[in-house]
């Protein structure tokens, strides 16, 4: 049943702009809606109202970056008929305003040597740093093991955020030498869910060329109470279709790109 939740998410990337139900969308995968809402949250891990508000604010992501469009009226075209909903969403998702998430795309460019992809060259890895927990930190941890076969890469950033999309502020951001073992401490008690992301420049039949090939991993959701201790394993795999798109603004985990997998 992949075929049906990827054509559906063909139809969001298409008609992101359209005011589109959860009818639409299973229409558009020619099931009932019911069906359609477990499949589609088993295949992506995520349900398809979060998956298609993913697709618009990255969407809006790129006409920041690329045009010189308004807010009020990125808004409209992705779909959102309220401009205060719309940066409130953002914000939330991304990390920062669209204004200034415009601003942080520029000064990327301008101020710093960027690879293909728009992206800073990655730094030396570093041990783990704290980004302001939303909660009271404690003596919890987690660690393991990140592979990634048949690809040669330099580092990866980690990232242990709130939700299943790579979006908001991250309780925690590190980056690790790949392949190798990693390790996290000091994460606050909750549930959580750890990212990975890295650049691959392998070839890949999805990206075209002069554009990264994106390396991700999630798991969870992983839960924390006093002195958790868990190991984690994790193997990164290219960005495919089913992923919902990158939406933080973190440097470094946010690609500056297209989606990988999206069809033209």
């Known amino acids: 049943m992949e075929h049906l939740v990827q054509r559906s998410i063909a139809t969001m990337h298409h008609r992101f702009h359209e005011p589109l139900t959860l009818d639409d969308l299973a229409r558009s995968a020619m099931v009932s809606k019911f069906y359609f809402l477990r499949v589609f949250s088993r295949v992506t891990g995520v349900t398809p109202g ?47 305003s669209p204004t200034k998430y415009r601003c942080l795309a520029y000064e990327r460019r301008s101020t710093r040597p960027t690879t293909a992809d728009g992206l800073q060259p990655s730094a030396t890895p570093h ?27 330099d580092s990866v950033r980690l990232g242990v955020f709130s939700s299943p999309i790579l979006q908001g502020h991250p309780v925690t951001t590190a980056e690790v030498s790949a392949p190798g073992r990693y390790f996290l401490p000091e994460l606050p008690s909750g549930v959580w869910y750890l990212h990975a992301v890295a650049r691959s420049d392998a070839a890949a039949a999805v990206v075209p060329a002069g554009e990264p ?49 999206r069809a033209a």
């Open 50 to 96: 979060r998956f298609l508000s993913a697709v618009r604010l990255h969407e809006a992501k790129r006409l920041l970056r690329n045009t010189s469009l308004n807010v009020a009226d990125i808004s409209a075209r992705v779909g959102y008929s309220s401009t205060g909903t719309f940066s409130r969403r953002f914000s939330e998702s991304v990390g920062v």
């Open 127 to 153: 041990a783990a740093a704290p980004v302001t927990p939303a909660r009271q930190t404690g003596p919890n941890t987690v660690h393991g093991t990140i592979v990634a076969e048949e690809h040669t890469l």
């Open 213 to 261: 090939q994106l390396l991700v991993d999630m798991v969870g959701p992983l839960r924390f109470g006093q002195n958790t201790d868990l190991h984690v394993n994790l193997s990164l795999r290219p960005f495919t279709w089913s992923r919902p798109p990158i939406l933080s603004a973190l440097e470094g985990l946010d690609p500056l790109g297209r989606v990988p997998g």
